[in-house]
């Protein structure tokens, strides 16, 4: 509309006349040129945008995750029983020894402690004080696997059981060790639990549950004594389908009409279980008694941990339930309040973020579990202002340092590749085949175009 273009014209030069002068001069405007300014007035939703976006940045989100680091490794040092990590959030929490050490077995067991590692002259080694310094750094508790609950998989109207995601790795540990502890934790600022520990879960140890009995059902049609004999377990009434103990578990939190629709879809998930046909032969013959959750939160460590175990007059721990317990521990907590903000070990202060490491995405910058545990204190130390640059430094020679193991594979390829027909001249000395092509890479290919040192 031109008419509008000379309104807007005109009162553009009206304020560069009034920045000129020094003067405000708006009652020199006209109406016309007053309704055609821009408004100036704050946009609400940017502004809690902007505020928000400042309360996710990478500072926050780090110092809230190793706020909730040590809730988790506190439970998981008071159970005891092997945990895994739920991917890819619960490795920001619990994870320590799961990569960089090769040579790690496992968690020590109860009055055992880890060898340090000595040099040659009795004292220690530069990698046992490099490794010194990162067991500073990283407050997780240790693992002793991940596993993969899907939290889609149990959004209400959309409750499956995945057949590829089958955590068979899980329910072994849990039946060989009676119990274990899986870490994950939800973003949302008003729940206690993701999804995957309200429902996916629940749904995968029933029809694991179904599966066992099942099977049990139709070796013990073979014969009794054999079956006893080959499982080496007792029966008891928790297998019953009639027994208060049996089917599936929900928490409270979900209702009574989702519980029943989803009690109706068991068949389907135990169709679904078959048709993958998986190898159940060592879960079957060591679970003693069904799996079933066990919740715990940060609400619920403050009431008590749940009991899992009592001690007999043999000052023996012996089951104390009767089905082997899976604690889904969330690390994260409810917030009373948008920019909610705590206080971190170093005494700063932050706005808690809970599960960060659900939303990594959206401020990691790249930054990975290992890489900021090895480096927490050289990430932190800096604060708010300095987190950014030091996330990007490490990311950056991280980077660097995978680029770097690649080449020298690729070099240690090709020239064994070179080195075979010297070695068996009956074999391919004659092959006018290119040494790329024996490699069968890219990185090989670039290797033999003058990277090969």
């Not at 013990?220 to 297998?239: C, H, I, K, Q």
């Not at 339930?321 to 700063?348: C, I, K, N």
């Amino acid at each position: 509309n031109p008419p509008r273009r000379k309104g807007v014209g005109a009162a553009r030069a009206a304020l560069a006349a009034m920045a000129g002068s020094g003067s405000d001069g708006l009652a020199e405007l006209t109406a016309e040129e007053l309704a055609d300014l821009p408004d100036f007035t704050p946009n609400i939703y940017k502004v809690v945008r902007a505020l928000r976006k400042d309360d996710h940045g990478p500072y926050n989100c780090l110092a809230s995750i190793v706020h909730d680091a040590a809730f988790v490794n506190g439970v998981v040092r008071e159970y005891r029983l092997p945990t895994f990590a739920n991917l890819r959030c619960g490795l920001w929490y619990a994870g320590r020894h799961h990569a960089g050490n090769e040579s790690w077995a496992g968690p020590s067991l109860p009055g055992e402690e880890d060898e340090p590692l000595e040099s040659e002259d009795g004292g220690l080694g530069e990698d046992a004080e490099r490794t010194r310094g990162e067991e500073e750094d990283d407050v997780r508790a240790a693992i002793d696997g991940t596993c993969y609950f899907k939290s889609t998989d149990g959004h209400c109207n959309n409750w499956s059981f995945s057949g590829t995601r089958l955590n068979v790795h899980v329910a072994e540990t849990a039946a060989r060790r009676g119990g274990c502890v899986i870490v994950d934790a939800t973003r949302s600022t008003t729940k206690r639990f993701p999804d995957s520990f309200s429902k996916t879960v629940p749904i995968w140890a029933e029809t694991l549950n179904r599966a066992v009995r099942d099977a049990r059902r139709r070796a013990r049609a073979d014969g009794p004594d054999a079956f006893l004999n080959e499982t080496n377990v007792e029966e008891n009434s928790a297998w019953d389908a009639s027994s208060s103990a049996a089917g599936a578990a929900f928490p409270p939190w979900v209702g009574e009409q989702e519980r029943e629709r989803i009690r109706e879809l068991f068949p389907l998930f135990s169709e679904r279980l078959e048709a993958v046909s998986p190898d159940l032969s060592k879960l079957v013959k060591t679970l003693k008694a069904p799996l079933r959750c066990v919740w715990v939160s940060r609400e619920t460590a403050a009431r008590g941990l749940p009991l899992l175990t009592e001690l007999s007059n043999e000052n023996e721990k012996k089951p104390a339930l009767a089905f082997t317990p899976v604690v889904l521990v969330s690390a994260s907590s409810p917030m009373q309040w948008h920019g909610e903000r705590r206080v971190g070990r170093d005494g700063r202060s932050f706005a808690y973020v809970p599960g960060a490491g659900d939303d990594e995405e959206s401020w990691a910058r790249g930054l990975k579990p290992d890489q900021f545990w090895r480096n927490r204190n050289f990430i932190l130390n800096e604060g708010p202002s300095g987190c950014v640059h030091r996330v990007d430094d490490v990311v950056s020679r991280a980077s660097v340092s995978l680029a770097e193991e690649k080449r020298v594979e690729a070099n240690a390829l090709v020239a064994e590749s070179l080195r075979s027909p010297l070695q068996n001249p009956s074999s391919s000395s004659s092959s006018s085949v290119p040494a790329w092509e024996v490699a069968g890479s890219s990185d090989a290919r670039r290797a033999a175009g003058g990277w090969l040192s």
